[in-house]
């Protein structure tokens, strides 16, 4: 658990902060924060866009009486993909990016459902814990049950 907060608030920004500097340096800072600002207004529009069409597609599932799976997983990726564009950064930008065009989306959406589905149906994720305990159950009748006496 440790790891991924590591990557998340300390590998994360200083990987955008060396690609932020690198591209300053290439095309100059004024291009490079009037690039950043723009990607991150087009980012917000097809969020928009794509937040729209993913509530519309979970409505028709909903209408038609089938269990809007597929709509829900593609609905939390625009928003997760909208708020990578909004972040301040090239990178999250481009993963932002890969979030909300239908295409890159669908296979990531596929990826995700395939390891979801491995996880709830086997619990291959989850290392085995001293309690878990395999065997089988049988229902006894009370009225049947011996009793022993012990020796004293």
């Known amino acids: 658990m440790l ?3 590591v990557l998340l608030f300390i590998a994360v920004p200083i990987a955008e902060l060396a690609v932020i500097i690198q591209v300053g340096q290439a095309i100059g800072v004024w291009w490079t924060i009037g690039l ?4 991150s207004i087009l980012g917000a529009m097809l969020m928009r866009a794509q937040g729209r069409a ?4 979970f409505n028709e599932a ?7 799976a597929r709509e829900v997983l593609d609905g939390a990726l625009v928003i997760f993909g909208g708020a990578l564009l909004l972040t301040p950064g090239f990178l999250t930008d481009i993963l932002g990016l890969i979030l909300l065009i239908p295409p890159s989306r669908a296979l990531v959406r596929r990826i995700l459902a395939r390891r979801l589905t491995l ?3 086997t619990g291959a ?3 085995p814990r001293a309690s878990d305990v395999e065997g089988t159950a049988v229902d006894v009748d009370p009225d049947r049950i011996e009793h022993r006496r012990e020796a004293p």
């Open 3 to 5: 790891l991924p907060l």
């Open 36 to 39: 950043l600002l723009a990607d």
């Open 54 to 57: 993913a509530w519309r597609r």
């Open 62 to 68: 909903v209408q038609a009486g089938r269990v809007p």
């Open 119 to 121: 996880r709830v149906v």
């Open 125 to 127: 994720s989850r290392p």
